[in-house]
Each structure stands twice: as C-alpha cells, then as structure tokens.
C-alpha cells in the first residue's frame, strides 16, 4: 500500500504518493484530466522507465512525447533550459499541458524551472527515480540551473500538481547514488528527527521516504519561499555547493554535502554552540553509507566560494548549526568572520 504525505502551500496543495509499482497515468488523473504531456528525463534514467512511463501516460489518455538530456551536474544549465523550450514551442504545448519530471534531482530543477517560465507558467509533475529526489529536491518547489559563478543561481519557486515517488526505481541505482540520496536524509535526522536519523538502514523504503517528506513538507507549509525556518533544510548545503563548485561537480552534491554538515558540526562543536554528540550521532550516520567527513580544501577556498551562495545577504551569511541530534538553529555570521568559523569547521585532531 502506496504511503502518502499533503504539502499546503499559499496556492494550494498537493499530494506525495509513495509506494512500488505506482501506476503513474492513473495517479496523475487526479491532479490534472488528459492533455498533451511532455516527459523530461535524462539518458540514464529513459532507457529503463522512459517507455513504460509513456504507455501508462498514453493508456490515461495523455498525448505524450519525451525530451532526453545528458545526465549530470554538467546539464543544468541556462543553454539545456533554452533548448527543452525551443521543444515545447515546437509541440505546440500550451498553459493548459503538463511537463514531467522523470528523473533526479536535476532533471526535477531543470523541468520545474521550463515549467515556471515557459508561457509564464505551466503546471508540472515529479515523478522522482533517484533517493536524493525523493526525500528532498522534488517536493518544496524550488526550481533552477546552475551559472559558472555557482549553483542554482538561476531559479524560480513552482510548486508541482504532485509527486508520484516509485521506489522500485531505487533498485538500479549504483550504490554511490542511493549514498548520495541519503545523505540528505542524514540531513533531516540531524535537523529535525532524532529517532530516523538513529533507524537509517532499517525503515522499510517507503516509511523513509515518508518520514523525509513529512519533515519537507512541514517546512514548506511554514516558510515556503525560503526566508525563515525552511533553511534550516540547508544544513551543510552552503559548503557543500561550495565543494561542489571547487570540484566541478567531480564532487556528487550527496558527498559535497555530506562534507559540509561535518564541517559545519565540527565548528559548532569547536565553537561551544553544538552538543558534542551530534558529531559522533553524525559520524556514524554518514559512515553507514561511507559517506566522506572531511574537505579537501582550505577555509579561504571554501569562503571565498561560499560568498557567491544563495543564503549570502549583503555583509552576512546564513549557516546552519546544529544545537543537538534532531535540533538546528540559523547562524547570521559577518562574512568577515566566515573563514575562520570555516576554519574551525576542518580542523582534525580530537574533532574528527
């Protein structure tokens, strides 16, 4: 049986339907009657649900057609925007149609965001192959692509008619890629739910799904356009898109984040304003997933990349610090003082 979680947001609301086996075209009548729909995915991700996600579309009486990009980091750009719609102007797809969402988290950033500006608006649908889409990036709305400066620069919030999470498609992820997705679960035990951060590894697919989403989606009904306690959903992501960028993106947005919430807990702990035993609680969850805990670039690196992040505003930014395991709290630090906080973040010894 499919679990099910409702995101409210100003505009109204949505439901996130779980399970294995969902029937896609069936579960989206519910949200939005037959129209013309374009289903957007990547060309690890079509070859295994691409077809079968058109029969089930075209069997509920969806006209539908596909749109296929190159998978990764190195796709979601302003240019792969412009030719998915230079696409739909070409199908004639109208306010009326629907796009969909077949993939990761960025095929769901690079739909969502044609789907915010192409005719001012159409509506969309996530149907999320990848764990990191699934309990994070495809419920909250936000849509974007990266610029050579950093990373979702570029973006706009659009809520989707729904989410339709299969976790059967979790069953041909390499191993690295499940990791990647559950380091942003970590991320939401750490912040948020002590008890599932402690039962990784042993909640059934689904129930962990559930149980990430609930965490989103209250967080989205409380701040959904991201000025108040929904960022607290970016803990570790400051540094990590940080890591990303200095890497270029050699380094998978899981492990870059996985590195920013220990730097980030390291100089909490460093700087008396994080309990102790978030280090071990967060050691341990990311070493169930061998997940990496320290950076392989300097404080000054590190800062001096993070001035170009979102969470920046005029001479503060905005960190994320965990107080205990289950619990965080928003840091407003000078951008003076951030390299030596970094610092703080990477030191070894005892810490680590």
């Not at 779980?18 to 037959?34: C, D, Q, R, T, W």
């Not at 969402?101 to 149907?127: C, K, P």
């Not at 990303?244 to 899981?254: D, F, I, K, N």
């Not at 730097?263 to 309990?275: D, F, I, P, Y």
């Amino acid at each position: 049986m499919a679990e099910e979680v409702t995101v409210r947001t100003r505009f109204g609301e949505y439901p996130v339907v779980i399970g294995s086996g969902l029937e896609y075209g069936k579960l989206a009548l519910a949200v939005k009657k037959p129209c013309r729909a374009v289903v957007v995915s990547d060309d690890n991700v079509f070859p295994l649900y691409g077809e079968a996600a058109l029969r089930s579309f075209r069997a509920s009486g969806y006209q539908a057609s596909h749109f296929v990009i190159p998978h990764g980091e190195a796709s979601k750009t302003l240019a792969t925007v412009e030719r998915l719609l230079a696409f739909l102007a070409q199908e004639n797809v109208t306010r009326g149609d629907l796009l969909i969402a077949l993939g990761g988290g960025v095929i769901g950033d690079i739909t969502g965001f044609a789907a915010a500006v192409y005719l001012r608006g159409v509506e969309f649908l996530q149907l999320p192959t990848t764990v990191l889409a699934a309990v994070d990036s495809s419920v909250g709305g936000k849509t974007g692509v990266d610029l050579p400066a950093g990373k979702n620069l570029v973006g706009a919030f659009h809520q989707p008619v729904a989410v339709l999470c299969d976790t059967g498609t979790f069953a041909t992820l390499p191993g690295e890629v499940y990791a990647d997705g559950m380091a942003e679960a970590v991320k939401h035990g750490m912040i948020a739910d002590r008890e599932m951060l402690l039962s990784l590894g042993s909640l059934p697919a689904a129930e962990m799904c559930r149980r990430n989403v609930a965490i989103k989606a209250r967080a989205v009904e409380e701040d959904e356009f991201d000025t108040g306690a929904r960022r607290l959903l970016n803990f570790g992501h400051t540094i990590g898109h940080a890591v990303e960028a200095l890497s270029g993106y050699r380094v998978s947005h899981g492990r870059a984040v996985a590195i920013g919430m220990m730097a980030m807990t390291r100089a909490g702990v460093r700087s008396g304003l994080t309990a102790p035993s978030c280090l071990d609680d967060l050691r341990q969850a990311l070493a169930r997933y061998d997940l990496p805990i320290r950076c392989g670039y300097t404080a000054q690196e590190l800062a001096q990349s993070a001035l170009h992040d979102k969470k920046r505003a005029g001479g503060t930014i905005s960190l994320v610090i965990p107080k205990e395991t289950g619990r965080a709290e928003l840091l407003d630090l000078p951008v003076a003082q951030l390299e030596e906080f970094l610092a703080k973040g990477l030191e070894e010894s005892a810490w680590t």
